[in-house]
């Protein structure tokens, strides 16, 4: 105690000591001070010239950034900057989306580690999607050809799905489908991936639905406390505490989920196929991996942006009814002439193909896409440098250009499926194919590698419930428009439909 009071009592002592902590107070709050501010050599969209902090530029951003994207764009900028609720990011024109697509220096990982805290603990089922090489072998190199396996089966569990969820009644009856659709998506994917079993465990479907909006939520509190104070917060906060304990039990579910293999001396007698625990056993050959986290990445890049896209493509249904007899006359057409629903016969819908990319093209997930980070200086064709560190994105404002679209701003369900009969073009135009002007799924090295998956379990369930259902609104009114949050367009899932059963035109049971 001495020593302490003769310490304090030294003038050098304690102004040294002043010193040293606001020099740790301005190392650690470095980051945060310097995302207020913008990149000089850039011009700024959304922020008046006499407004004088980024508070209404930031606002502005979060419900009309598709307005202040376009507007930079028409002034001719190839490359400009907006204040986001993150940070200062380079908005990149989609004709130098060809250029970057591949560029190595522009780092995803980055991205998601400053979007979503991806290397904090609870967070991590983000960081696992593309900051491990087994998890991205699993989905390159697995995934899909897992799926081509189970189409067959994968049909029953979504008619199973579909009945159990959607009233199947002779009379109108209301249904907010919105509010449904992600949990059946994750009971296919769950199947898809684990099995029969735990497509059925409850505990993991609410964490297939509810890691990524735990997440998200938990990200919002984050960014509201100095980057000192994050692991306090991530340590008490509830937000942060619900998406660590998804995690938490998710670990508990796969790890008895093995050891229940392990212990019985029948599993794997009589296996038709291999599971994602299957999968990453035999790709990481020893290597250590994560088995729970591995799982929920793999609900990451499956359940949301596949239940987005589905619902989006059920409401044009409902605002354009005149294309439910042709694709119902498509499925009829492939599946006869197959004899049965097969993987072959997916592709062969082209029409339902044209549909489903259609109604992407003008309600995407988001109207800002390949999200990168510069690892190093990039000089661009056009002599721009974008500086290391900076958060780009690349606009998606082709896919309402008449340069690539006739009409652009109408909804012309079959229009792809026309654009695939030009010589040349029959792979370009598909649901799953990725370009400057259509980039739904990304574009590039970073492309969504669920993508495959996406439009091929959406294709099912289509099939199922155009053969078993009409539906329309339960009110008038026009399609319902998704709503903006940022660069990201969410879904409306107050919308209220009416479904109707009602007799297929081809026998059900040539569907699994």
């Keep these: 105690m001495g020593l302490l009071v003769d310490l304090t009592d030294n003038t050098y002592f304690v102004q040294g000591a002043a010193v040293t902590l606001a020099l740790l107070l301005i190392t650690a709050f470095y980051h945060d001070i310097l995302d207020e501010f913008s990149y000089r050599q850039f011009p700024l969209a959304g922020k008046e010239p006499w407004e004088f902090t980024n508070t209404k530029a930031r606002t502005r951003w979060a419900t009309k950034a598709e307005d202040i994207i376009v507007a930079g764009l028409e002034k001719g900028m190839k490359v400009f900057q907006v204040m986001t609720g993150i940070c200062a990011m380079l908005i990149l024109d989609p004709s130098l989306a060809e250029e970057v697509k591949n560029d190595e220096r522009l780092s995803f990982v980055g991205n998601v580690k400053q979007v979503f805290f991806s290397n904090l603990h609870g967070f991590n089922g983000f960081g696992v999607i593309q900051d491990d090489d087994i998890f991205v072998d699993v989905v390159k190199g697995k995934l899909t050809q897992g799926l081509n396996q189970r189409i067959v089966p994968l049909s029953k569990v979504a008619e199973v799905t579909l009945d159990e969820i959607i009233p199947r009644k002779k009379e109108w009856t209301p249904f907010h489908f919105a509010q449904h659709s992600t949990a059946m998506v994750a009971r296919l994917s769950s199947y898809v991936f684990l099995g029969e079993r735990i497509s059925h465990n409850k505990q993991w479907l609410n964490i297939a639905v509810n890691y990524t909006i735990h997440v998200h939520a938990a990200v919002q509190v984050l960014r509201f406390w100095p980057s000192l104070l994050r692991p306090l917060a991530l340590r008490f906060h509830p937000a942060c505490r619900t998406a660590q304990n998804d995690l938490k039990v998710g670990r508990q579910i796969i790890s008895k989920e093995l050891a229940d293999r392990e212990n019985d001396p029948n599993y794997g007698k009589g296996k038709k196929w291999e599971d994602s625990l299957d999968w990453f056993a035999e790709v990481a050959a020893g290597r250590p991996y994560d088995r729970a986290v591995t799982?929920?990445?793999?609900?990451?890049?499956?359940?949301?942006?596949?239940?987005?896209?589905?619902?989006?493509?059920?409401?044009?249904?409902a605002a354009y009814p005149e294309y439910f007899q042709p694709l119902r006359d498509e499925i009829k057409a492939v599946v006869e002439a197959d004899g049965r629903l097969k993987h072959a016969s997916l592709p062969k819908l082209k029409l339902m193909d044209s549909f489903i990319k259609e109604s992407q093209r003008l309600n995407p997930g988001e109207i800002a896409s390949m999200h990168r980070v510069a690892t190093?200086?990039?000089?661009?064709?056009?002599?721009?440098?974008?500086?290391?560190?900076?958060?780009?994105?690349?606009?998606?404002?082709?896919?309402?250009?008449?340069?690539y679209?006739?009409?652009?701003?109408?909804?012309?369900?079959?229009?792809?499926?026309?654009?695939?009969?030009?010589?040349?073009?029959?792979?370009?135009?598909?649901?799953?194919?990725?370009?400057?002007?259509?980039?739904?799924?990304?574009?590039?090295?970073?492309?969504?590698?669920?993508?495959?998956?996406?439009?091929?379990?959406?294709?099912?369930?289509?099939?199922?419930?155009?053969?078993?259902y009409d539906w329309k609104y339960a009110e008038k009114r026009d399609r319902p428009e998704s709503i903006p949050m940022g660069p990201d367009l969410l879904l409306d899932k107050s919308v209220k439909l009416l479904f109707r059963a009602r007799e297929p035109e081809l026998d059900l049971s040539m569907l699994y």
């Excluded at 799982?295 to 249904?317: A, E, M, P, Y």
């Excluded at 739904?440 to 993508?451: D, Q, T, Y």
């Design 295 to 317: 799982q929920i990445g793999l609900s990451l890049v499956s359940t949301h942006t596949t239940g987005q896209l589905w619902v989006n493509t059920v409401f044009d249904l």
């Design 376 to 403: 190093q200086p990039i000089k661009l064709s056009t002599g721009i440098t974008i500086p290391q560190g900076a958060n780009v994105m690349v606009s998606s404002h082709w896919r309402k250009s008449p340069e």
């Design 405 to 468: 679209y006739e009409h652009p701003e109408s909804f012309d369900g079959f229009r792809f499926a026309r654009m695939r009969e030009r010589p040349g073009e029959e792979n370009r135009h598909q649901a799953t194919t990725t370009s400057a002007e259509h980039l739904g799924f990304g574009h590039g090295l970073h492309v969504c590698p669920g993508r495959f998956m996406a439009v091929n379990e959406i294709k099912i369930l289509l099939i199922h419930m155009l053969l078993k």
